[in-house]
């Protein structure tokens, strides 16, 4: 499967604005999707937002619909988080994820997920 290598993140604000990127390598095709998940300290790893590569379509969780925004770019097989509006409740580690080549789904849980990548911390200072 897929290889994953995240960057962006940081402290930010409330109120202000992050980027976060996911590259894949490895054996990458149309045929999959891509996301991101979210971990704060003492709670379980949640879903936040999805890219499927076929057709573009996207997905978002309730707690971020409005304020974040998922993209993907075919010719680096990288996927985009656009972070806007950040809350303190958005700390947490994020983490990438993609499904299985060939499957056509995208990560919506974490049962869904082939690939991981290795996390990258979100603070947000009130």
């Known amino acids: 499967q897929v290889q994953l290598v995240e960057s962006g993140g940081g402290l930010v604000q409330a109120g202000g604005s992050l980027r976060l990127s996911c590259t894949a390598s490895?054996?990458?095709?149309?045929?999959?999707?891509m996301g991101w998940f979210r971990q704060a300290p003492g709670k379980e790893r949640e879903f936040v937002a999805a890219?499927?590569?076929?057709?573009?379509?996207?997905y978002y969780a309730d707690a971020v619909k409005g304020r974040f925004t998922i993209s993907g770019d075919n010719a680096k097989n990288t996927v985009y988080l656009q972070m806007d509006s950040l809350k303190p409740e958005d700390t947490a580690v994020y983490y990438c994820?993609?499904?299985?080549?060939?499957?056509?789904?995208?990560?919506?849980?974490?049962?869904?997920?082939?690939?991981w990548g290795h996390g990258t911390q979100v603070t947000v200072s009130s």
């Open positions: 994820a993609a499904t299985r080549v060939g499957s056509y789904r995208v990560p919506l849980s974490s049962a869904d997920v082939a690939s």
């Open positions: 890219f499927k590569w076929s057709s573009g379509r996207t």
């Open positions: 490895g054996r990458t095709s149309s045929t999959y999707g």
